[in-house]
């Protein structure tokens, strides 16, 4: 059982284009406006407007179109689901029938807008989260919920406890194949089988892994307290999030997308 | 777009009431985001696949875990931390309100195993996990309403549909984790 061989957690291909250099708040806000806006085009030429849209941030993310459309098959039987169900439920000018199942006129139109709606807004957030690495997005988001902080939400906190998580993933790989390996030298079976038995078989990995996890855990808190942590009141960074002009062309593409669905 | 608004602005109250992070010590801070990485870890071992696109795998019993052993403040907090993190690496984007009620709500909702924290006996930490995954699941079966009241026709039973789905992956998960976790409480010391 190599489980780094199965195991790939996160999306992102660090590459070197313009969408990966924007400043990670500004493309969650985009995504964000973005997936509002959707919901209020519904005619063709909106939607053709806004796949060229997406299609030109594929472009300039300089991620494989392939690789960008073979991401989407893990929405593909939701979109099918939706498409069909459109499709034949709907009423309206009925142009085929067949026994009991009709298509209509109003039918077609509502299945292509609700299929393509769905498209457009899992393909905005795969580009945010293909184009951004983990650690940037939740310091964007932590900068992103900073107005929240006057209410009393931990902005920071959070996006601490986010940090922790995903530098402490590949760690706590290491050792579950670690301890996987020395417990199937003392002959445990990790073999798969029924639910039960795969729940049963688990226990050896799972028990000595929480127990590293809080030592690790214990470790990590002591070494934060003796270089006295104290939360993220004045606490300074080592790379500061910056915009620059680049953040600014993408706010004005959003928003020239915006005034032309205006105009269609 | 207003169906489930009143749950999430509930639940997002709830959240920011019970958080007082602030008073919480920075080991409570750093247990959250370790078992949360050992969450985002157990998520990749599946128990099941369904061809719909739901996984019953153990990310729950991290979760549900320091729930059971921290009470609810750090078991809301906890799935606060994973949801976002979840729709950050593997995101599944239908609309702006499925998001916040399958992510970040639906995780909160393990948190409320916490309020068996204080009990002991094994009933209790069960009664815990039902409670917790009880309201996961009424998370996601509200998204899934969500997206049949955006996306599909009306006159469908959205509820039937998307109760059924996500129980079909969920029950798996929990009764596994019903099997697995007063076990590992009781073996991993405090």
Known sequence: MELSKQILIGQY?????????????????????????????????????????????????????????????????LVLTTALLNLFLVKGETVWSWQFLTISKEGVQISLLMSSRLLFLFGV?????????????????????????????PAHELALMMTIALRFVPTLLLEAEKITKAQMARGADFAPGGLAQKAKSLVPLLVPLFVSAFHRADELATAMEARCYRGGKNRTRMKELRSDYNDLVAVLLVLGLVCLLQVV | M?????????????????????????????????????????????????????????????LLFLALRRGAKVGFLVGLVYGPLKFVLEPVSLHPLQIILDYPLAF???????????????????????????????????????????????????????????????????????????????????
């Open chain 1, 13 to 77: 291909i660090p590459l070197d284009s313009w969408i990966h250099s924007l400043d990670a708040r500004v493309k969650i806000a985009l995504v964000l406006v973005l997936s509002v806006i959707i919901f209020f085009v519904d005619t063709g030429k909106g939607l053709g407007l806004c796949f060229a849209f997406l299609l030109l941030g594929v472009l300039l993310s300089r991620i494989p179109f392939f690789y960008f459309v073979r991401g989407m098959r893990v929405i593909a039987f």
């Open chain 2, 2 to 62: 207003d169906l489930g608004t009143a749950p999430h602005l509930f639940w997002l109250g709830i959240c920011v009431i019970i958080m007082d992070v602030n008073s919480m010590d920075t080991r409570a801070k750093v247990e959250i985001g370790i078992l949360v990485a050992l969450a985002l870890l157990l998520s990749q071992i599946k128990l099941l696949r369904m061809p719909q696109g739901g996984e019953a795998s153990l990310e729950m019993v991290p």
């Open chain 1, 125 to 153: 957030t795969s580009l945010l989260t293909l184009t951004t690495s983990p650690i940037a997005l939740t310091d964007g988001t932590e900068r992103v919920l900073f107005p929240l902080t006057l209410v009393g939400f």
């Open chain 2, 108 to 190: 909160c909702g393990l948190g409320a195993a916490g309020f068996f924290a204080g009990i002991s006996g094994a009933w209790a930490k069960a009664a815990g996990t039902t409670l917790g995954v009880l309201l996961r699941f009424l998370c996601h079966t509200l998204s899934g309403a969500v997206f049949f009241a955006a996306f599909a026709p009306k006159g469908m039973n959205p509820w039937l549909y998307s109760s059924l789905y996500n129980a079909s992956y969920l029950a798996p998960a929990f009764l596994v984790a019903l099997f697995l976790l007063p076990y590992l409480l009781r073996k991993v010391p405090e």
